[in-house]
Structure formats: structure tokens, C-alpha cells
């Protein structure tokens, strides 16, 4: 029951991305029409992954760090791709790809960064320190690119900040083939994760009793859950709130336990995220609006209310 | 009294934590069998945490050996020994709220694989599991609506429905009141007599601990003071010098009982 609700709702709001748009396609001509399939279907598509990879790195960083209001770009990920993309643009560099790169590569130096510190005293992974660690790089990356924009060209890093404030406007079938590929290890290594994530819940001595393997747990939840954040910055911007708060309504309806929770969270915050880039395309055409924006204003009332639930109960 | 061989075996067990001056725990040694109930008792700070540790493979002895079921506790896959060995620990948190029969599924989690799904076996051990600590009634409330007595029912449930040959229970009475505190012992003395489990607990409760188990380890700042049963070991003078304060001991169902003296007010001069 829930799970057809919430697989109506995902076909319902990637069906609604393909046939909205500012450009008005009979639907007649919808199988045809160049705009739906070169631009729109691939668009719906991306969005879909990127929601889901957020909303499932959120709900594994969620019980890792044992935090529930921890999201996937909370770690330092969006300072350093950030970072990636202004350096990139001040350094001139131009091509299709070289955004997306630049940001990889930031997000990446950032996730090594704060993985580093995470491991003190050479083995354990301590979650504390990967918060603090991942604010901290972050705030350290931002000063930097905002360092790097206050000497730089302003025309230019206009599009640097539309762009890290996330948008699929660039969607292709490139785009996503490569996500296509890329998503599904980090995904798979999430998921079997699933009953080691649910006993880390009751704290990381409990769980080693139940028989979780902590250690390497915790290692393989972040570098997945990062790789995944990171290709999902890489392809459409910093895109906020998907990872916060779509774990929390997943766990209203599924529970806690990850192995149906991951899922859920997949498959809502896909479609989430076609919803919000559908009407951040469609309210104010011809205009758009960063997707990164549409995601705040529905994320951050529904957060309120989830709020008010938890001091209530 | 057991000729079964033991599930738990601790040779002269040394350890001392990165950094500290001297060792946390020395020269101990520690044998439990099937159908064994050992108590392991001293003040705060005297080693008895650090010994659960070594004896569950969480550290790693400087010297001497800790093994489960002849091999080495370290060498243990975690997913198997807690197929083995069921732990109540001290402490533990509930990130999200969690219903009764969902934290002793938990419990379930060291027999399933991968992906499979919870089997009628997995289901049947649960309610064995509440059944057996009188928690069957709780088993759909929220965890966080139970008494501090139903919730350490609870804990030794999920730790049952690992269905353990040992279970480990760290200071399980703490913070219970006098009707928990005795339900919860003779609740373990009836697992071990009655399905033969070996049992492993740190307290610093004497009089409990002389009551319901077969021996008693007494530490003092991480070495040991006497082992053995509880009426050669809970003497006065031992009793006195560990724990620093002046008792007087009485007998109980012929188990060594502990009462600790006023402190006589100093003469005023």
C-alpha cells in the first residue's frame, strides 16, 4: 500500500515533468517532439537520480553520524565543489564537462579531507569529527571562494552561483548515462549496509555486540554516501534539503529500519526532486529558478512541521 | 563442577589502555561453562568493564590469552560470536523511536544473511525470547513508554533471541528498584538452570551476586582479589580492605550477606 502510493506518486511526478514545460507540446505530439525527448525526458530523468541519491546518502549519513538533522552536504561536500567550480571559472577553463569536473575534484579533495580527520588514532572513524570536520572544511572552502569572487570577473561568477545553487538546466542523456553507471556501487554498498546502519542506532558498542562489523560500517556508509553526493553536486549543483528532510518522511511512514527506509527514501526523493524541478522550471517561465531554491521552500516548512512533531512527542 | 568444556576461557588476561601509566587489568583468569552463573565484582574503576571487553574481543590483551569457544576472541567475525554470545550492555541510546518487537528483532540480526528476510524461525525466537522475560504483554509498546525495570526485560530479551550459548550483562540492576532488581536475577538464575545458558555478570552488588551465582571474581584497581564461591570469597576482611569501608557479613540461604557499618562519629574533644 505504501509502496504503491509511493511508486504512483514517483511515475505521476516524472510523467508531469515530461509533459510540463514552458513550450507547449500537444500531447499528440509528445512521443515525437524533440523537446521532450532531448531536453525534458533526460531532464525528469536526472532529477529522479540525483533526488534519489540524495535522499539515500542523507538517510546513511543520517544514522552514521547519529545526528537526524545531519544532510549529505552538511560534510564539507558542497564548500569543496564550491570551491572546484569558482576555481575552475577563474581560471577561465572552458568546455562542456569542466564544471562538473572542477566540482568533483572539489568535492572530493573536500570528502578526503574530512575523512582524514574522521580517522583519529589511525583506525576508528569517529562521526563527531566528521561533523565538526566536515563544517569546518566547508567554512574554510566558502572563505576561499568567496575570496576567489571578490577578485574575479562579476559577470561570470554570476553563472558560478546560479549553478552551485543547483539546476538541471544542463541535463543530458550523457548526464545521466554517467550517473546511470556511476550511482548503482555506492548504491548497492548503502543498501547492504542496511541492517548494520539500523543497529549503530543504539550506539556503536551495542551494535558491535549484535554483530555489526563497526569500523568498516562506518567507513564504507561515508565514502558511499559521499561518492554519491559528490556526482550528484557534480551533475546539478548543491541542491538542498532533499537529503534532510526526505529520510525523515520515509521514516514516518517505513519506520526506522533501513532496509525498506533506503529504498523509500530513493524512490521519494526522486520524485521530489522531479516535482521541484518541474516547477522550478514552469512557475515563472520563460524564466527558471535554481531547483536549489524550489527544494528550500518546500523543504524547509515540511522541516518546520517535522520539528513541532518531534517536541510535541 | 562442569565437565562441559567452557564457552568462555580467560588466561591470565593483562591490558593497559594507549597512554596509561599502569596496567588496567592483570593476571586474571575467568572460566565459564554451560549452566555457570559468574559474577564478577569490585569497586568503580576496578577493571571490571575492561574485562568484559578482552573477554568479548572489543580489546586486544597485552598478554595472556581470552578465547570463545577455543579460539581466540579477537579472531571472531563479529556476525559470529554474536551468534555465540548475547551482551546487555551498560549503556545504549535509541537514535528513533523503536517499539519492543522491533529492538528484540534486532536481536535477529547476527542469524540473518545479507538480504534475506526475517524467517518463521526469526519470528518464533522472538516470542520464545519476550516470552521468557515476561515481556510478551510489552512487545507493542514504544520503547521509550517502558519503566527502567520493563526496558532491562527488554534488553535481555533482544539478547536472548540471539539465542546465546553466554550472556553477558553489564550492571544490568543499576537504577532498578527492589522488585526489578530481584525479577531481573532470578530471571537469569532460571536461564541458567533451565536451559543450561552460561552466564557472565558485571556488578558491584555483593549480595546479589552471593545469592544467585555459582562464583564470584573480586577486583580491586584491576587485579584480582580472591575467586571461588561466594562464602570463601565475601569474607569481612576481604570485603573490607576492597572496598574500603567497614562491614559486617551475615548468612542468607547459606550465601555470605553484606552490611556496611556507620561511620562511628568522632569523639568530640
Not at chain 1, 563497526?214 to 541542491?239: D, N, P
Not at chain 2, 568479548?56 to 560470536?81: D, F, K, N, V, Y
Not at chain 2, 535477529?108 to 518464533?124: I, N, Q, T, V
Not at chain 2, 520503547?143 to 550483562?169: D, I, M, N
Amino acid at each position: 500500500m505504501r509502496w504503491m502510493l509511493l511508486g504512483t506518486v514517483a511515475v505521476l511526478a516524472l510523467l508531469a515533468s515530461v509533459v510540463l514545460g514552458p513550450a507547449a507540446v500537444p500531447l499528440s505530439e509528445l512521443g515525437r517532439s524533440d523537446i521532450v525527448w532531448n531536453l525534458r525526458a533526460p531532464r525528469a530523468v536526472l532529477a529522479f537520480l540525483v533526488g534519489g541519491s540524495l535522499g539515500v546518502a542523507g538517510a546513511g549519513l543520517q544514522a552514521l553520524v547519529r545526528n537526524p538533522l545531519a544532510d549529505p552536504f552538511l560534510l564539507g561536500l558542497s564548500g569543496g565543489a564550491g570551491l572546484g567550480a569558482v576555481i575552475a571559472l577563474a581560471l577561465h577553463l572552458t568546455g562542456p564537462w569542466v564544471l562538473p569536473l572542477a566540482a568533483f575534484a572539489g568535492a572530493l579533495a573536500a570528502l578526503g579531507l574530512v575523512y582524514r580527520m574522521g580517522l583519529v588514532g589511525g583506525a576508528a572513524l569517529d562521526p563527531r569529527i566528521l561533523l565538526l570536520g566536515g563544517v569546518a572544511v566547508g567554512a574554510f572552502a566558502a572563505a576561499i571562494t568567496t575570496a576567489i569572487v571578490s577578485l574575479a570577473d562579476a559577470a561570470e561568477l554570476r553563472n558560478a552561483f546560479l549553478w552551485l545553487w543547483g539546476g538541471l538546466s544542463a541535463a543530458s542523456w550523457d548526464s545521466v548515462l554517467l550517473l546511470v553507471l556511476y550511482a548503482p556501487v555506492p548504491l548497492a554498498v548503502l543498501l547492504a549496509a542496511a541492517r548494520p546502519l539500523d543497529l549503530l542506532a543504539l550506539g556503536e558498542e551495542p551494535a558491535r555486540y549484535l554483530g555489526a562489523d563497526v569500523e568498516a560500517v562506518k567507513r564504507r556508509v561515508y565514502l558511499a554516501a559521499s561518492l554519491l553526493t559528490a556526482a550528484a553536486v557534480a551533475v546539478s549543483g548543491v541542491i538542498g534539503f532533499v537529503g534532510l528532510v526526505v529520510p525523515h518522511i520515509a521514516r514516518l511512514a517505513w519506520g526506522h529500519r533501513h532496509r525498506s527506509l533506503l529504498p523509500a527514501a530513493f524512490i521519494g526523493g526522486g520524485a521530489l526532486l522531479a516535482i521541484a524541478d518541474t516547477l522550478a522550471r514552469t512557475v515563472v517561465a520563460p524564466r527558471e529558478l535554481p531547483v536549489g531554491v524550489v527544494t528550500a521552500l518546500i523543504g524547509v516548512p515540511v522541516f518546520a512541521l517535522l520539528l513541532r512533531r518531534w517536541t510535541i512527542a | 563442577m562442569s565437565a562441559a568444556s567452557p564457552i568462555l576461557r580467560m588466561r591470565d588476561v593483562r591490558y593497559r589502555y594507549p597512554g596509561a601509566s599502569q596496567d588496567a587489568l592483570a593476571g586474571v583468569s575467568l572460566t565459564v561453562g554451560p549452566g555457570e552463573f559468574h559474577a564478577v565484582l569490585g569497586p568503580n574503576g576496578s577493571g571490571k568493564t575492561t574485562l568484559v571487553r578482552l573477554a568479548l574481543g572489543a580489546l586486544i590483551p597485552a598478554g595472556g590469552t581470552s578465547e570463545i569457544l577455543e579460539r581466540p576472541a579477537r579472531a571472531w567475525p563479529r556476525q559470529e560470536l554474536a551468534r555465540v554470545v548475547g551482551v546487555v550492555p551498560q549503556r545504549e541510546d535509541n537514535l528513533f523511536p523503536q517499539r519492543v518487537r522491533e529492538t528484540v528483532l534486532l536481536g535477529r540480526y547476527p542469524h540473518l544473511s545479507l538480504w534475506g528476510k526475517e524467517r518463521p524461525e526469526d519470528h518464533a525466537a522472538i516470542e520464545r525470547a519476550l516470552a521468557a522475560c515476561d515481556a510478551t504483554q510489552l512487545a507493542d509498546r514504544w520503547v521509550w513508554t517502558l519503566s527502567g525495570g520493563e526496558y532491562q526485560r527488554v534488553r535481555v530479551a533482544r539478547a536472548l533471541a540471539q539465542e546465546p550459548r553466554l550472556l553477558v550483562l553489564d550492571e544490568p540492576a543499576v537504577s532498578l528498584d527492589l522488585r526489578h532488581e530481584m525479577a531481573l536475577f532470578e530471571l537469569v538464575r532460571g536461564l541458567v538452570d533451565r536451559v543450561g545458558l552460561g552466564v557472565l555478570m558485571i556488578t558491584h552488588d555483593l549480595n546479589l551476586a552471593a545469592r544467585y551465582a555459582d562464583t564470584v571474581l573480586l577486583l580491586s584497581e584491576g587485579r584480582p582479589v580472591a575467586a571461588g564461591a561466594p562464602a570463601d570469597v565475601l569474607t569481612r576482611e576481604t570485603v573490607e580492605r576492597v572496598f574500603s569501608w567497614p562491614v559486617t557479613m551475615q548468612s542468607v540461604d547459606g550465601r555470605p550477606q553484606m552490611v556496611p557499618l556507620r561511620q562511628p562519629k568522632e569523639p568530640v574533644a
